[in-house]
Nanobody
């Protein structure tokens, strides 16, 4: 069973930076996607960034391009989300998710495509 556990959530000022981490375990194949999602109060869960284990190819939501960077370490066990130029609109609970195998275009940042989820970590950005 795949397990993912997030850490690193905090409160920061607008314009600041923060790095989230996700420890992953239980993969039985070297081919999988890992992603970060976020959910703000009253809003649907939104895909932020995803990365493919075999190629390292990353995908980003338009709202975070140029500000966020997703990295999967060489051991393929830790996923990080480096967030810069944070805005109050980035305030949300951030979730790490994983999906075995490959994913087709258009699904990599959709919650329905991921089977394994962490409990979430709170990020609050104040103006």
């Amino acid at each position: 069973q795949v397990q993912v556990v997030e850490s690193g959530g905090d409160s920061v000022q607008s314009g600041g930076s923060l790095t989230l981490s996700c420890a992953a375990s239980g993969f039985t194949s070297s081919q999988y996607y890992m992603a970060w999602f976020r959910q703000a109060p009253g809003k649907e869960r939104e895909g932020v960034a995803a990365i493919y284990s075999r190629s390292g190819t990353a995908h980003y939501a338009d709202s975070v391009k140029g500000r966020f960077t997703v990295v999967l370490d060489n051991a393929k066990t830790t996923l990080t989300l480096q967030m810069t130029k944070l805005e109050p609109e980035d305030t949300a609970i951030y979730y790490c998710a994983a999906a075995a195998g490959s994913m087709i275009v258009g699904t990599r940042l959709t919650a329905a495509g991921y089977k394994f989820w962490g409990q979430g970590t709170q990020v609050t950005v104040s103006s």
